[in-house]
């Protein structure tokens, strides 16, 4: 009988981050090597915890026009995946959010809130906001996964909240990490899941329309980066049902579970009773 996991707790970026190793692992060197896991958790958090009224994101969302504010590495790489996802999506993923706008105001003040001029952000447009809390969570978790590879502990699970998942090498005795998913069970190894929209009825905001529009089940989906599965998930809560499988073209990582049940791409080769 294989032994109980090994989990360790942090909280970080709103939420509760858990690592899960196997039994068998050496807990001492575990606590040895978290050290420097946590710190890499940190790292992001300093820069991208929008509650911290000193992160580079608070101070992104704090900028009048014409303010330069000079992006950090973290900032940068969501910055820089949310430009990716806002293309790949065809707009349904975007990190940028007004404060109380009408649809007019958005659909007429979007564009341009920010642009990049090398290693600056420079606010064009104040009164809006960058939501990049989902990207920081996941790239949280990638961070951490590189650390713990360097340190040869490739048989981890890490879990941001229970809204994003990144699974390493499963355990010795598996073939990847059980996971809870609806009413069913996945497993899950070398992989990262997100979903958006929790596990009650909600609403959403179409970021193309500045429209609200019912969220009856949660969207996931399923990359071989956190950051990338958590962009995806809120952008298919936006998405029509016609509209999200050309989102996979030359993707062959990635997967989306809609809202109704549907899996798309590697989502559908996920192992494990469907919910």
Known sequence: MSRPSLRFHRPALGC???L????????SYLRTALESVWDRLESVAAELDPGRPGSALAAANRMTAGERLRVPSHLQACLALAGRLHADTSGAYDARVPAGATRAVWMDARAGAWRLAGADLVCERPGWRLDLLD????LALDRMGETLREWGLGHALLVAGGSVVLALDPPRDAEGWRLAVGDGEVRLAEAALASFGGG??????????GQSAPLPRPCR?????AAVAAGLARALAAATPAEAPAWLDGHPDRGLWTASGERLGAAARLSGPRS
Not at 202 to 208: A, F, K, V, Y
Not at 221 to 225: F, G, I, T, V, Y
């Open 16 to 18: 509760d981050f858990e």
């Open 20 to 27: 899960r190793f196997p039994g068998d692992e050496d807990a």
């Open 135 to 138: 990207l920081a969570r996941g």
């Open 200 to 209: 009650s009825p909600g609403t959403l905001t179409d970021p193309r329309l």
């Open 221 to 225: 989906a399923l990359a071989r980066e």
